[in-house]
């Protein structure tokens, strides 16, 4: 799973369970072969099991970027039911960081956490946002659709 921000020129890639943050080269677009930053991400409980692979239960599903509101975020949905959504703006911050200590702190953001993160009890495959409703729908093998409705964002 892929996604383009709107706002910053940013690629966003599924990999494993993590997201992968490219920065296009100016110009060309070319992505460079190394991402400029790792997102990690914690189980929202220990111990989930996965509907696909057993061994890497907290793998992506699908991954949507997206106005939240006024937000630009990134959402994804997980095999073992998690639902997580972060800031762009606290993605680009990571990358910034970086490129100012040029290179000497690690690809890997665990500082960046997701801003929401909920469970919807099976492995988690549909995904949408409406921006100005501010709402987060999530379809999963439980055969139900969860909408999470949120405040000001």
Same mark, same amino acid.
């Given at each position: 799973q892929t996604g383009l921000s709107q706002l910053q020129n940013l690629f966003f890639v599924a990999y494993s369970?993590?997201?992968y943050v490219y920065v296009p080269h100016f110009s060309t677009q070319a992505l460079p072969p190394k991402p400029a930053l790792i997102v990690p991400s914690q189980p929202s409980t220990p111990a989930l099991q996965g509907y696909l692979d057993s061994t890497?239960?907290?793998s992506i599903n699908n991954l949507v970027v997206q106005f939240l509101g006024n937000e630009e975020v990134v959402a994804? =949905?997980?095999d073992d039911g998690d639902v997580d959504a972060f800031l762009v703006r606290h993605i680009l911050q990571a990358i910034e960081r970086r490129t100012e200590h040029h290179g000497r702190i690690d690809t890997r953001a665990?500082? =960046?956490k997701p801003i929401f993160q909920s469970n919807v009890g099976k492995s988690a495959w549909g995904l949408a946002i409406h921006s100005q409703a501010r709402i987060l729908a999530v379809s999963?093998?439980?055969h139900s659709i969860t909408v999470f409705k949120f405040g000001l964002v």
């Open positions: 369970s993590q997201i890497n239960p907290h994804v =949905v997980r665990d500082e =960046v999963a093998n439980t």
